[in-house]
Nanobody, 127 residues
Framework: QVQLVESGGGLVQAGGSLRLSCAAF????????MGWFRQAPGKEREFVAA????????PMSESVKGRFTISRDNAKNTVYLQMNNLKPEDTATYYC????????????????????WGQGTQVTVSS
């Protein structure tokens, strides 16, 4: 079965950086749009960033623009989320998600659109 495995979370001080990774197994990675979502305690899961199949389109949440970067390596079946200048409000469990799309499809930013999800990795930013 399809598996998405996130890693790279942890505890960091405000202003610090982390890089999350999500490795995909048993799916055709190059045919997937990949997304990152996050869920803080007591809040709904929200969109963070996504990346098209070839990496050319990367919609981002306004709250992370200029601080986070999403990228992918199709040869390694892995998507990354580089998070810089972290803030306490970035504290959440971060999930990666995959959606099989045709090459010209728009990049989805809606949680319900995605087919596969990882188990999540915790990011805690202290003030």
């Amino acid at each position: 079965q399809v598996q998405l495995v996130e890693s790279g979370g942890g505890l960091v001080q405000a202003g610090g950086s982390l890089r999350l990774s999500c490795a995909a197994f048993r799916l055709t990675f190059s045919r997937q749009t990949m997304g990152w979502f996050r869920q803080a305690p007591g809040k709904e899961r929200e969109f963070v960033a996504a990346i098209s199949r070839n990496g050319g389109t990367t919609p981002m949440s306004e709250s992370v623009k200029g601080r986070f970067t999403i990228s992918r390596d199709n040869a390694k079946n892995t998507v990354y989320l580089q998070m810089n200048n972290l803030k306490p409000e970035d504290t959440a469990t971060y999930y990666c998600a995959a959606k099989s799309v045709i090459l010209t499809a728009p990049v989805p930013v809606t949680e319900a659109t995605y087919d596969y999800w990882g188990q999540g990795t915790q990011v805690t930013v202290s003030s």
